[in-house]
């Protein structure tokens, strides 16, 4: 064995208002041990934003929960280190991360439909934000906060607005109601979950523009989780990849797209269509799906699905790839594919589908 | 909301103008008559044919039918055998049997009957709606185990073998408890109240075990909703997220469902008030069916469908306060 295997050498920005070390969070249960976030290792500074990206299952929304503090620790094992503000929050007492939620992290979710209480006013909803986290404040003032942050985030008439049901708004509104409510602490740090997903595509991108002018005027630390490329490209500074409850690739948001290394990252660029290619080109799509989280593949978790796997020998299936150097700075990446094979492979099958071009 | 209203109030007096001629139609399918009953077993067919005369039983039962909704609306006089009764409105008839009013039957059996639900669903609704949320809320731990093991011991339990039991042993062996009986509550309270409790308990228990697995699975669901985990996200206390936001949720279907069996109960608790002689309103009209007794059974049938009928168009009204996004119309 030549091959070294030393840990990630991935480098946390130590300024960074966000700082996540080898977290891992694993729920066992009756069928086995499930290992929904297996050694990730990121940061995000004030006014940048990561992107998050991985298919369902791959372990990015369980760790933007945790976080938040949001597994039951009964029932969730989670280990590594999770530093908002310099406070590492894995381990801290619920009571003490409830001060943290909402106020200094917040959260918009996929849905806003289903993620906004039913019974009760939107107004009243991002009201009671506000006020958990001013006891102070009257219930006149949270409300008048209430009105002026839905006013911020582009709702029409917000006073008539506040006194709506969330049914009573179209989904673009709800979405925006929800990064009110999210903003109403002016949070350091907003987690948004698929934020997009659940619109019109002409809606999405006013979402998106929404959220980036508020990260300017609140200068707001932004991990943007999706399974969509287009969005990334949009709006993150730099990218995490991740499969498997692992990070297969990170990297600038330009090396990420402009020059992939791995054939995951690979199979979600030439699975979305691209409005400057050929019309006529087909998508790629990533065959098969996502692994259990169970019972992970031995050697690189990816190799069911990859093309290539076993290019390198063996490699693929006895050896779990570390994350490494891509050769560029910041540019990291785990996989057994030599250099010149990625180089090689890219040009030549990769480049020309989907947004890869 | 007033079209709703007038709307539901249409269609409920057509169920019941429907429930009071079938009710009508199946007395005189059945092939027997009040008069043989009544009568016994060595009666001239003359002597039946006197005795039917003075129900009211000779006449053709459209006739029959139309004087009963008169008597309801604007009264009737009723000729029983040369004996002239004035019956005011709301006219029910008179017993077969007792030759009393209805009217005075059901008045006398009714409030006990309400007695007994009203007690019992205060029981059902704190005990088994409790116990069925905070067996959510610790989902998996003995707590949860010995509620839902409890619960469905309880619901396994049948009225009258719980009755049996608790009258067993905190009526006839140790005296604890005083022979279960009806004094009004205007009257004496507390008489009342003591000699309530063991139905109570009964219907009560027996009731809180549904209610107590209905409001676990309903809590676990809501505690599963994005709306929940949203207002943990906002920094709420738990105790907050539960009470304002996953309880709020949770509860309607089971005001819902409340409300229907209150309707249902109301009609009458037959086993109940069978099991601890208490003549409520189930208990009428069981013996009404027995005896042929059509005036009671008309009567006791009738009420029964006017509560459920109500309790849902209320239950339907209470939905839209409750759940903003139903609206009536």
């Known amino acids: 064995m030549t091959t070294s295997t030393s840990p990630a050498e991935v480098t946390v920005d130590p300024d960074a208002y966000l700082q996540v070390r080898d977290l891992k969070v694993q729920f066992p249960t009756e069928d086995g041990l499930v290992r929904a976030v297996d050694g990730v290792t990121f940061s995000v500074r004030r006014g940048q934003t990561l992107g998050i990206v991985g298919e369902s299952g791959s372990g990015k929304s369980v760790t933007s929960m945790s976080i938040l503090g949001l597994h039951n620790p009964a029932r969730t094992k989670i280990s590594g280190e999770i530093s908002i503000g310099g406070t590492n929050i894995v381990g801290m007492k619920e009571e003490q991360i409830q001060r943290l939620r909402g106020k200094d992290v917040a959260m918009i979710f996929q849905d806003p439909l289903s993620a906004l209480h039913p019974y009760y006013k939107v107004g009243v909803q991002i009201a009671e934000a506000y006020k958990v986290h001013h006891p102070k404040a009257s219930k006149k003032e949270a409300m008048t906060r209430a009105v002026d942050m839905l006013d911020r985030v582009g709702i029409p008439e917000p006073q008539r607005r506040a006194n709506q049901y969330p049914h009573e708004f179209s989904g673009g509104m709800r979405q925006r109601a929800m990064i009110a409510m999210a903003l109403v602490n002016d949070p350091a740090l907003l987690i948004a979950d698929e934020p997009t997903t659940a619109l019109d595509v002409t809606v999405q991108a006013q979402i998106l523009e929404l959220l980036e002018d508020l990260q300017e005027e609140f200068h707001s630390a932004i991990i943007m989780i999706t399974h969509d490329l287009g969005v990334i490209s949009q709006v993150a500074d730099d990218v995490l990849v991740m499969y498997g409850g692992r990070p297969v690739e990170t990297g600038s948001v330009e090396q990420i797209m402009k020059r992939p290394q791995h054939p995951y990252t690979w199979g979600l660029l030439a699975s979305v269509p691209s409005l400057h290619g050929d019309a006529g080109a087909d998508l790629v799509p990533i065959k098969g799906n996502p692994p259990s989280l169970i019972n992970l593949p031995t050697g690189c978790a990816f190799n069911p699905r990859c093309r290539y796997a076993g290019t390198n020998g063996n490699l693929s299936f006895t050896e779990r790839p570390e994350l490494r150097s891509a050769g560029e700075a910041g540019h990291m990446l785990a996989c057994h594919l030599s250099a010149e094979n990625r180089q090689r492979i890219y040009a030549e099958d990769i480049a020309h589908a989907g947004v890869a071009q | 909301m007033f079209r709703f209203l007038i709307k539901r109030l249409l269609l409920a007096s057509t169920t019941l103008v429907a429930i009071s001629i079938v009710t009508f139609l199946l007395f005189?399918?059945?092939?027997?008559?009040?008069?043989?009953?009544?009568?016994?077993?060595?009666?001239?067919?003359?002597?039946?044919?006197?005795?039917?005369?003075?129900?009211?039983?000779?006449?053709?039962?459209?006739?029959?039918?139309?004087?009963?909704?008169?008597?309801?609306?604007?009264?009737?006089?009723?000729?029983?055998?040369?004996?002239?009764?004035?019956?005011?409105?709301?006219?029910?008839?008179?017993?077969?049997?007792?030759?009393?009013?209805?009217?005075?039957?059901?008045?006398?059996?009714?409030?006990?009957?309400?007695?007994?639900?009203?007690?019992?669903?205060?029981?059902?609704?704190?005990?088994?709606?409790?116990?069925?949320?905070?067996?959510?809320?610790?989902?998996?731990?003995?707590?949860?185990?010995?509620?839902?093991?409890?619960?469905?011991?309880?619901?396994?339990?049948?009225?009258?073998?719980?009755?049996?039991?608790?009258?067993?042993?905190?009526?006839?062996?140790?005296?604890?408890?005083?022979?279960?009986?009806?004094?009004?509550?205007?009257?004496?309270?507390?008489?009342?109240?003591?000699?309530?409790?063991?139905?109570?308990?009964?219907?009560?228990?027996?009731?809180?075990?549904?209610?107590?697995?209905?409001?676990?699975?309903?809590?676990?669901?809501?505690?599963?909703?994005?709306?929940?985990?949203?207002?943990?996200?906002?920094?709420?206390?738990?105790?907050?997220?539960?009470?304002?936001?996953?309880?709020?949720?949770?509860?309607?279907?089971?005001?819902?469902?409340?409300?229907?069996?209150?309707?249902?109960?109301?009609g009458g608790v037959v086993i109940t008030e069978s099991v601890f002689s208490l003549n409520g309103i189930g208990r009428e009209a069981a013996q009404a069916v027995t005896d042929l007794n059509l005036p009671i059974v008309m009567a006791t049938v009738l009420l029964a469908a006017f509560f459920i009928v109500t309790m849902n168009i209320i239950v339907d009204m209470l939905y839209a306060v409750i759940d903003p996004r139903v609206r009536l119309g």
């Not at chain 2, 409105?89 to 039957?105: H, N, W």
């Not at chain 2, 709420?236 to 229907?260: E, F, K, M, W």
């Open chain 2, 28 to 266: 005189f399918a059945v092939p027997s008559s009040p008069a043989w009953v009544m009568c016994g077993r060595n009666c001239s067919p003359e002597r039946i044919a006197q005795v039917e005369q003075s129900l009211g039983l000779d006449q053709p039962i459209t006739k029959q039918y139309t004087d009963f909704v008169q008597g309801i609306f604007v009264g009737r006089t009723i000729d029983d055998a040369g004996t002239i009764r004035e019956c005011e409105a709301p006219c029910l008839g008179y017993s077969f049997r007792s030759k009393e009013p209805v009217t005075d039957t059901i008045t006398r059996s009714l409030p006990i009957t309400v007695s007994i639900v009203g007690g019992a669903m205060v029981i059902f609704l704190t005990v088994g709606v409790g116990l069925g949320m905070l067996a959510a809320l610790k989902k998996g731990t003995v707590f949860d185990r010995v509620a839902i093991g409890a619960s469905v011991g309880f619901a396994s339990t049948q009225t009258y073998t719980l009755g049996g039991v608790l009258l067993l042993v905190l009526v006839y062996s140790t005296g604890l408890l005083p022979n279960p009986h009806y004094t009004p509550i205007t009257e004496n309270p507390l008489d009342w109240a003591s000699g309530m409790l063991l139905p109570w308990i009964t219907l009560g228990l027996i009731n809180s075990a549904m209610y107590a697995r209905l409001s676990r699975a309903q809590m676990i669901e809501t505690l599963q909703e994005d709306f929940v985990r949203t207002a943990r996200a906002k920094g709420l206390s738990p105790g907050v997220v539960n009470r304002r936001h996953a309880l709020r949720a949770a509860i309607t279907p089971i005001v819902t469902i409340a409300g229907v069996d209150l309707g249902a109960y109301l």
